[in-house]
């Protein structure tokens, strides 16, 4: 008979969940910013403006600004708390992959994911590509904060700026991630829809449903 084990504890769901339109709504004053005024285009990235006029994006800078200097410091703070109690509480155990053996177990991962590999590699409650996918997020999560606080004061955090190689370096590092999360974002959902309800369930109430011979 299946029976309920809990898998993802309290804290880490409410910060998972907090996380999310957090991370949308800096998303969001980010692009208000990205398309206020062309002095503010990066490169050859150029999205039609027919797009942005539809989504009533255009000519919002102050807006953008207020929401992502707003919502920059509750993403600080819930990033940081995060980060902190999987320390503490000992899960960044099971979230951080410990060796190089990690990248080929991923690879396996992968492989099984596309069908093309029969048996499921060796997991504990994440596999390795999770791991590295999740570690990935998080290292993401600081390089946006270190590269926003860069060009948010850049004469007096020049020093930061200077890290990523100046204030254009920051900028593009900056915009870089956060097409990375997109792009995180569409395969995390993918896998959660492939790995089911039992799984989405469990980090909504923190258990799951297991076989007992498991
Ligand atoms: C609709 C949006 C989202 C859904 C439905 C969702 C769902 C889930 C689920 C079900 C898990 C548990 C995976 C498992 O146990 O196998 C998970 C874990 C995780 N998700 Fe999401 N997620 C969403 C958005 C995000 C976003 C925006 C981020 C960050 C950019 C994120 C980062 C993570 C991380 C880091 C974990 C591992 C948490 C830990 O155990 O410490 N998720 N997510």
Redesign the pocket.
Known sequence: MPKLKL??LLA?RW??WI??PL??LMIWSGFLIYWAYPVYSIGPVRFPQGLFRALHMNQRLADGMAMHFFFMWLFVINGVL?IVY?IVSG?WR??VPTSFGALRDAWQVVLHDLHIRRERPPQQ??NAA?QIS?TA??VM?IGSVLTGLAIYKPAQLNWLAAWFGGYPGARLIHFALTIG?CV??VV??IQ?IV?GWN??R??IIGYELVDEHE
């Open positions: 898998k993802h880490i910060f998972h996380n999310f991370l949308a995060y999987t899960e099971l979230l409650k994440y999770q999740y997020i998080l999560g999360y995180f974002f995390h959902v959660v790995a799984n989405f469990s980090m």
